[in-house]
């Protein structure tokens, strides 16, 4: 099976509001608007919170570059009709290239002195950790992974990754990495509209306000807030909803 590739005014474009519209995005960011409510009252909750949120993203990265790799294995799948030189009818590579600009942010944002997000990550769990007076005993039995998140991390890693030559199968993990960029705008942007917004002055905000807006991570300093603004903004955008537009671009 091969996926003719139409061009841009051929009026199948999908955007944000018909994704919506399939999978009801508000109604999750309810959810996650009321767990960041409930966390945001107590320092421990609170870490415990963004440990399990922190862990689950920490495969994204990986996961965009199998996403690419299997669409750059993928020869003669994707092709231009237009063009009747198989050769130069090749486009799997450069769908593979919008893909994978979300994994180059990833390992090296050049937003945040070319660090990796799980570096951003770490230093937003040290803080809350930090807040919270935890010792490292404490985040130590708090960051165990509970069983119910391997089965999660298993089904996303699977509708994740594509299977190279299988056009189905990587139009659908295409879809997958759509949906899971501007879902995740969504909650970066209810985290920070929580955390900063809601409570600004008090809680973790309050934290930071007292001069605690740096902390250092393998020899970094890093602003303690930098790896949630980066990806969603309650008064603006992150870099997730430019990789959706990629992402849309590229399918």
Known sequence: MRVSLM??????????ASLDEIFNFWEIDSLVKDCCQIASQNPQRLYLFMQ???FFNS????LVARLASSIGLSH??????SCPDLEEADRRMD?????????????????YKDTPHRTLAVATLKAIGD?????EEQKNKLSQTPQYLTPI????????QGVPGNAWELVKSMGFHAASEILASHEYTVIDEIIRYENQGQGFDGYLSNGNRQVTVNGQNINPWSWIVIHGNYKGSGVEEGRFVSSEIAA
């Open 7 to 16: 061009t841009r005014n051929s009026g199948s474009s999908i955007n944000t």
């Open 52 to 54: 399990r949120y922190a």
């Open 59 to 62: 495969f994204a990265g990986s």
């Open 76 to 81: 003669n799948v994707f092709v231009d009709p």
């Open 95 to 111: 769908i593979a290239a919008n893909i994978f600009a979300a994994t180059v942010d990833e390992h090296s944002d050049c937003h």
């Open 131 to 135: 807040f919270a007076s935890l010792s």
């Open 153 to 160: 991390l298993e089904k996303t890693i699977q509708g994740y």
